[in-house]
């Protein structure tokens, strides 16, 4: 169970720990967004490659 602030400033003390957390939490997920953003790219970038591998070669069995 958590302590219950009693003074003002206890109270003030209590949410600047949690805005101190919260700032943190954010910043973590910020960086693993980044990260992952990264990889959605290269994900991406891979299959769009493929794609354009499969329709060159139908598109070359059509012609020929």
């Known amino acids: 169970m958590a302590i219950e602030p009693k003074t003002t400033r206890e109270h003030i003390l209590s949410l600047y720990g949690h805005i101190s957390g919260v700032k943190k939490n954010i910043h ?37």
């Open 28 to 64: 973590h997920m910020h960086k693993g967004i980044h990260e992952l953003g990264g990889k959605v790219d290269k994900i991406y970038w891979v299959l769009l490659a493929a794609v354009g591998t499969v329709a060159i070669i139908l598109l070359e069995r059509f012609i020929t």
